[in-house]
């Protein structure tokens, strides 16, 4: 894993709970080493809040360190062993206080201890700068360079002869490639020539079909309109101007494609009986064609960049719209429960002057209007009332019942009657109706047929060359077909031989990329043996020195000890 990659996952592990420091791969890389080794302390306290939750400014360096590799350790990391061998020179020996007091020689040889480990360091961290600046040895590199070429050079010439042999033997398939590929292009222009003229005409059967859809929504309008006669016929007049404008713009881009494809035949034609092309020509054509190609993908590369923009700035925008919509949504709230309130706090909402007369005026007419109806429906049942009851004087309760049922089907019989003359009625005036609208309909179908037979007349020699160039492009398909057969046939054929060479060209690659990690893992070794050297050569010239201090500190710390026991001895017989 590459320090990029460690530092962004460390990044991620900070910016996720319980952390959620909020932190960016830039501001990290710029924090300071006393702020790195905070965050340490920080996360280290998460895991173990008993033994690190500690105030990292006010503790000294040497027991951070020591809580750290205590804390990396039980946590199961590894330590590296790089420079494990200072350990031993630069252990702290705590001894106790009160020894100290006691005896002054033990304390004289702690301080020495303390002051040859300061030195120690100071020693180790010059000759470490030391040797960061004068850099690696001359002789080993010299060494190093040498057995490199050793290892090398030939290989590398018997490879070279062997891919010139190969380019030499290649080179009759190469010209026979480069003359199937050229024959690929042509092809392949061709095809993109046919695929044009099925696109034309693709857009022209969409066009006819465009057609047919809007006469037929006009024979729909039309027949929805034979119940008013005059209005039908205006407005199928003005179809019929629409009608004759479209077939007039529809015969002439007729006209006009016509006028373009006899001229690009005739272009075609004079290429077709021009001299061939040169391979010089065609190569700078390729060259042209690849730099236009490069030009049309980098604006089509910036356009999309643009068009993500403006989604981007369109989402953008959506989103401030809904976000106003609702605050306009929760403000018209606000307002009707502001206005509720209000209602509500000022009690009944009474009518204004003009409301209550405008008010009165209506229940007055209301009024009156009920009882002139009243009065109406009254009299009717004071004169029915009389009516019957003279009836019933002049001829008993048989005689109203008879006179009754008299009425009822003089009323029934004057229905019918009425009924008769009303159907009777209708039925002449549309029978008049509909003659006058049949007639105009035949009119009117008599004229849109002439109309279409005159269309039909003017596009008859269009669709006759269409017809044509079908069929021209029927037989352009058939040669194209017979090209490319021809082409997958020797594409095939020498596709065998450039196999074989693709192999063995695989199988060289193979060998220098085996010769290049043998030669990577000889310098690797190289490396490591000459680190091992200066390791062995620096132990060395620090052993000496360091046996004897570790000589004199022991025999100190024996003589100190009899001591020690000179002084219990003497404690216990007192």
């Known amino acids: 894993m590459t320090s990029a990659q460690m530092i962004k996952e460390i990044v991620e592990g900070l910016n996720k709970p319980p952390f959620s420091m909020k932190t960016s791969l830039l501001t990290f890389d710029q924090e300071k080493p006393q702020d790195l080794l905070e965050t340490v302390s920080k996360v280290l306290a998460f895991v173990d809040p008993e033994r690190h939750k500690v105030d990292f400014r006010k503790e000294s360096s040497e027991s951070f360190f020591l809580r750290v590799a205590e804390a990396v350790h039980v946590l199961g990391y590894k330590a590296p062993f790089d420079e494990a061998y200072l350990a031993k020179f630069l252990v702290n020996i705590d001894v106790p206080v009160e020894f100290l007091a006691k005896d002054s020689h033990l304390a ?62 290649g080179q009759g398939y190469l010209t026979s490639f480069l003359s199937v590929a050229r024959e690929l292009r042509m092809a392949q222009v061709e095809e993109t020539t046919l695929a044009f003229r099925s696109q034309q005409q ?36 003005e ?5 004759e404008r479209r077939t007039e713009e529809a015969f002439a881009s007729c006209v006009r494609q016509l006028q373009q494809k006899q001229q690009r035949l005739v272009e075609v034609n004079e290429a077709a009986s021009g001299p061939p092309p040169r391979q010089e020509t065609l190569l700078e054509l390729q060259c042209e064609l690849a730099s236009l190609q490069e030009e049309t993908r980098a604006t089509q590369a910036a356009s999309g960049e643009e068009l993500q923009l403006l989604v981007e700035k369109k989402k953008s925008l959506e989103q401030e719209v809904q976000r106003k919509l609702a605050a306009q949504h929760a403000a018209t709230l606000k307002r009707s429960a502001a206005e509720n309130e209000f209602k509500t706090a000022r009690g009944y909402c009474f009518m204004s002057k003009e409301e209550f007369a405008t008010y009165a005026d209506m ?16 009299a009717a049942e004071e004169a029915n009332a009389k009516a019957i009851e003279d009836l019933v004087r002049e001829r008993g309760v048989h005689g109203f019942q008879e006179r009754q049922v008299e009425l009822k089907s003089v009323d029934a019989s004057l229905a019918a009657a009425v009924r008769e003359r009303t159907v009777l009625s209708l039925r002449g005036m549309a029978a ?104 062995a050569e620096k132990e060395q010239s ?33």
């Open 108 to 169: 004289d040889a702690y301080h020495e201890y303390k002051e040859l480990q300061e030195k120690f360091k100071i020693f180790h961290s010059s000759m470490e700068q030391a040797q960061s600046k004068s850099g690696g040895f001359t002789d080993c590199k010299q060494e190093i360079q040498r057995l490199e070429k050793e290892t090398f050079i030939d290989p590398q010439s018997r490879l070279h002869g062997l891919v010139v042999g190969l380019f030499i033997s």
């Open 202 to 237: 693709t857009d022209y059967f969409d066009y006819l079909t465009d057609q047919l859809d809007t006469t037929r929504n006009q024979l729909q309008a039309l027949q929805a309109l034979t119940g008013d006669p005059e209005r039908g016929t205006k407005e199928f007049l």
């Open 239 to 243: 179809v019929l101007h629409k009608e």
């Open 363 to 378: 229940l007055r007419q209301k009024t009156n209007l009920f009882k002139t109806l009243k009065l109406k429906e009254a």
């Open 432 to 535: 008049g109706v509909a003659g006058d609208v049949l007639q105009r309909l035949d009119e009117v179908r008599s004229r849109v047929e002439q109309e279409r037979k005159k269309a039909r007349e003017e596009l008859a020699p269009l669709l006759e060359q269409v017809d044509r160039k079908k069929e021209e492009e029927a037989e352009l398909k058939r040669v194209y077909d017979a090209k490319k057969k021809a082409y997958l046939d020797l594409k095939a054929e020498l596709e065998k031989p450039v196999e074989s060479l693709r192999a063995t060209v695989a199988a060289l690659q193979a060998g220098i990329e085996a010769l290049v990690a043998e030669q990577h893992e000889s310098s690797l070794e190289c490396k490591k043996a000459v680190q091992f050297l200066e390791r």
């Open 542 to 574: 620090n052993l000496i020195p360091a046996i004897v201090a570790l000589v004199s500190v022991c025999g100190r710390s024996l003589e100190q000890g009899n001591k020690l026991k000179l002084c219990a001895k003497k404690s216990a017989i007192c």
